[in-house]
């Protein structure tokens, strides 16, 4: 089983070459820790801790699972040794504030650090990764008290967190919520109901578990607008903010899932469980929704991470298992047969892998320039900025989430087609990533809920088509100014008609939806998986053009590597790209095939 | 956890109302037994044995798997049971000669049977179906006695069979085998050597196994010309016919696999085990290979079975479930939210699925009238026939094992995505078909090896194109008929202007591959896909065609089902065959992108 190489060098040149990241932690407020010598520093750390701690417990993990022991559920072998090498080593709070214990640094860099873990470890990154949820809304919604309680010992890993939205009878559609809270006369509440597919809701990593609990107070309004937000530790805080009495929250079973099966997935009992409310009455969802786009940012990266990881092993696997001949003729003649690499199409399988992950990370690390300037803004109380950054990633979050979870799913899966029959083995270590990453899209909002939000909400209703408008004129202004470069050209000249594209069917899809809403939904997932091809397509294009700079001026240690990168954005733009084009047919689509039959007719067998 | 229930009135629609089957099965030597009687009693009661038998065992087999117990395998509960049902039955002779004591009837019947007993429990129909290969091998290259001693029993399911190829350094290239064959004084040879990921391997279901084996005889000749083939039963047959001594092969291991768990997958060893050559020294490979198109028809059936189980689990949940309000308006406002069905984003995953399973069954059913003459020329001796509908099936059998598993898993995924994270939860079922229907691309040739045969074998090398002009005559005389009918006219001018683009772009590849021997590989995969898309188009047309006839003649107590018929087959032309393009764009980009790099620059870090 092949192990974990974190892609320093690839995340250095999106850092440094393609976005330029020295220049834009100098405008952040938090930008002043974030020179280039210290995010060095954390890149190669975060990158050895992860090859080394988290990466040889992935199979393991997976193996053994996770238990449930009278009452407590007990992680796999190593996970709180490693928990506790991370914590110690102040990862948790990377890039929480310095007045709560953290250390400072931009919002991106959490990113980053989260790719590497969740490349290495999916299962084992989601423990702190759910803490992040909870410290947000601490920080954004908490009061003095609260935060002084709360927000410390998350910040150091001491505590953890989790979310606690889902219900059996409700997902999605959380106007369903249920779970009931009662005020108590010290101004506490008393929480009942049951909550489900919550991660990391019981575990034995941290000493104590902060849930953040979505419920109902007495005679709230119906729908989602009658509920609130609540604290709900596991152990009450004792006055000095050491754990005290054991409150009424049990974990009430562990879900027995398809994969990330080492990650704590329990059906929590509230059982008058005490809880502190946390903002104001009735704005549970706004709160819990704050920082939602970044939330989703970090999930798209099981897109990313988990490529890279397939593709690290079956390009291993395809160097050094031999099979048949390449048909342009012997290439390893004093071999019985010639490696896999030189098959055209396990090339092609390889290449989707190399242009999903580092087409996908490129995307991701181009928007988290853009969550740090909306964290930027809430630290300094800005809340324009805070907005105007906020509708440019809530854009480009679902087609993050969506899209780059679809092309994981499909990258883990060629990975494991690289390895024929092998690939089927659990020992070799590639089912386990196909299964792993499966999840991605249905949590944090299915891929059908984000085409929604995109189509539906961001692109429609919001902004009547001014989101498209705005992205692709930077596209175009960017493809305008690489046309005189004759290896770019054809890029940019099919970036060009694809910004112009994109407009038109959205206006299209606008025009319909007057006479019939259900094209909205018929249309969202072609929609969001066109704006995905293309988004990608521009980054790509940014990249390449960094390489052809690079190759022109020649001398570079890194020639190989910009070889590379041409190569597979050549590559995205000849075999992947043109499947914007089938998505485009579909949105326009009538919606009528769709919708016409009834339920019976559509299960009709007779 | 939803039931399967066997797809009856497609099927009879497919076999009587748009392929005649009752007119074909008049054409065979073995049709005379096929009468609609006969067939509509095989189809009703197979039906019935696979929803009341094995579908019950579906997800307990897959929780409890295979055991290796003392050296041999031990089936999950209740498969020994069915097994025996199955074979008391009569079942496992359905199409084998009567002569041999099967019941003689044509190879098409043996395929629906499958179809069903695959989609109730893939697991369980592959103890029989692994059987069905070692049958043809015995009926086509066995000696009499050899006929007289294994057939008979391998016919009435008292011994089961097993195919065993594939070595721990080779799978695909088979030239690389090297398990030896010494020759004794007897006749007999003794063999030597590791054989993996033999399915059926070992069992208990029936009193014996005969595994038919690839092995190499002293001072054979190196790669694929020097390998033999062997009868090497478990159990050495007595003179009398009964099980008599041990033979010396015994499974070293059971593989730990993604799914399809309640099959065993076997490490065989074989020491000194006794087998009886079959067929002439040296040809292993062609007698192995004479019935490998109907083999992979059958694993073609894994795209489409559980694409249909998947399909009637994920409808059912989909009229259950409720979550949010249709775009349009609530759809059942006395309710607390509207049934997931009501979504248009949910109705395009549930119509992907349906167009997948009914598309790919009618595929599916057009092939096996192919077969059926096949093996009539084989019954009847004519060599001329056999060739010339093998030739037909060869051309489609690619494209059908290819296209439909890859389908077969987008169908097996999007089943699980209508449940949402519900879908990741074991219980439910949903991924357990998706890990099940995960090898399907995989064994019997990966999609890579069934694309370079279709491209590189079928289509350029043996006709330089005459296949496809071949079949695309027939859908161009198809589609010119039904230009009159106004509703099915633009599926027809689809399908005329796709006949000529397949050819078009068969020969462009063509010329390409004068100068480039690599174009072959690297458009392999999308030409395969692309041909598939515009075969399903066909095959949907005609089903299309027959569906408007019958809602024209009006009065029918199926017109339900007639309409759903004619939904799918537009949604298909809308919303699915718009990929073909995709591919046709794929398939024509130059090799180099892909194939310039050099392995080292491929894993360029630095």
Redesign the interface.
């Known amino acids: 089983m092949p192990t974990y190489?974190a892609?320093?060098?690839?995340m250095k040149f999106l850092l440094n070459e393609v976005f330029d990241y020295p220049g834009h932690y100098q405008t952040l407020s938090t930008g002043a820790n974030a020179t280039p010598d210290i995010v060095e520093a954390v890149l190669n750390e975060c990158g050895r801790f992860c090859e080394e701690v988290l990466s040889p417990l992935y199979q393991s993990g997976d193996e053994e699972g996770c238990r449930l022991q009278d009452g407590e559920v007990k992680t796999p072998k190593g996970f709180k040794d490693a928990y506790q090498q991370y914590a110690s080593g102040g990862w948790q709070g990377l890039s929480a504030p310095e007045e709560f214990g953290g250390q400072g640094l931009p919002a991106s860099m959490g990113l980053f650090k989260q790719e590497m873990m969740g490349t290495a470890n999916w299962s084992f990154s989601m423990y702190p990764g759910l803490s992040l949820g909870a410290m947000n809304t601490l920080f954004l919604h908490g009061s003095d008290e609260q935060q002084q309680t709360f927000l410390a010992p998350l910040v150091d890993g001491r505590w953890s967190g989790t979310m606690c939205l889902?219900e059996p009878q409700?997902?999605?559609?959380l106007?369903?919520v249920s779970t009931k809270a009662e005020p108590q006369a010290d101004g506490s509440y008393l929480l009942t109901g049951t909550k489900i597919?919550i991660s990391s809701g019981d575990h034995d990593l941290t000493e104590n578990i902060v849930h953040i609990v979505l419920a109902r107070l007495p005679e709230a309004p119906k729908g989602t607008r009658g509920i609130s937000l609540f604290i709900v530790p596991k152990f009450l805080p004792g006055p000095d903010g050491a754990v005290g009495e054991r409150n009424a929250v049990s974990c009430g079973g562990l879900?027995?899932?398809?994969?990330i099966k080492a990650s704590a997935t329990c059906v929590l009992n509230f059982d008058n469980a005490r809880g502190y409310l946390i903002g104001p009455e009735n704005q549970g969802l706004e709160c819990m929704f704050t920082f939602m786009n970044t939330a989703r940012i970090g999930t798209a990266l099981q897109g990313v991470g988990p490529t890279e990881l397939s593709y690290q092993w079956a390009?291993d696997y395809a160097?050094e298992r031999?099979?048949?001949r390449?048909?342009?003729?012997k290439k390893e003649p004093e071999q019985?047969?010639d490696?896999l690499?030189h098959?055209?199409?396990?090339?092609?399988?390889?290449?989707t892998q190399?242009a999903i992950a580092e087409g996908g990370r490129a995307m991701l690390y181009y928007a988290a320039r853009l969550a740090d300037h909306m964290v930027d803004g809430h630290v300094r109380g800005d809340q324009e900025a805070v907005d105007k950054y906020d509708d440019k990633l809530g854009f480009l979050t679902p087609i993050l989430k969506g899209f780059l979870t679809e092309l994981g799913?499909e990258a883990a899966?060629l990975g494991?087609?690289v390895f024929?029959?092998?690939?089927?083995?659990?020992?070799h270590g590639m089912?386990q990533i196909?299964?792993d990453t499966?999840?991605a899209?249905?949590?944090e909002g299915?891929?059908?809920i984000q085409?929604?939000d995109l189509l539906?909400r961001k692109v429609l209703l919001m902004t009547r088509g001014g989101a498209v408008r705005e992205f692709t004129l930077k596209i175009a202004n960017f493809a305008r100014k690489q046309l005189g470069n004759s290896q770019l050209r054809p890029m940019a000249l099919e970036l060009l008609k694809l910004s112009g594209q994109w407009n038109l069917l959205t206006m299209r899809i606008l025009l319909a939806a007057r006479k019939?809403?259900?094209?909205?939904?018929?249309a969202?997932?072609?929609f969001l998986m066109y704006s995905g091809y293309v988004t990608m397509a521009y980054i790509w294009a940014r990249q390449a053009s960094v390489a052809i700079r690079k190759l022109d001026t020649g001398g570079d240690?890194?020639e190989?590597?910009y070889?590379?990168k041409l190569?597979?954005a050549?590559?995205y733009y000849?075999?992947l790209l043109?499947?914007a084009?089938?998505h485009a047919?579909?949105m326009l689509?009538?919606?009528?095939?769709?919708?016409?039959?009834?339920?019976?007719?559509?299960?009709?067998?007779?």
């Open positions: 190489k892609p320093l060098r690839d889902t409700c997902g999605t559609d106007g369903q597919f879900e027995q899932k398809m994969g390009l160097r031999r099979s048949m390449a048909l342009s003729g019985v047969a490696a690499i098959h055209a199409d396990v090339r092609r399988m390889l290449m190399k799913n899966n494991m087609q024929g029959g092998h690939g089927y083995i659990r020992e089912e196909v299964r499966r999840i899209t249905l949590y299915t891929t059908g085409a929604l539906g019939d809403r259900d094209v909205v939904s018929a969202a997932n072609d240690e890194s190989a590597f070889r590379a190569a597979t050549e590559f000849q075999r043109p499947r084009q089938a047919s579909g689509a009538p919606a009528d095939s769709l919708m016409r039959l009834t339920p019976d007719e559509l299960a009709s067998t007779g």
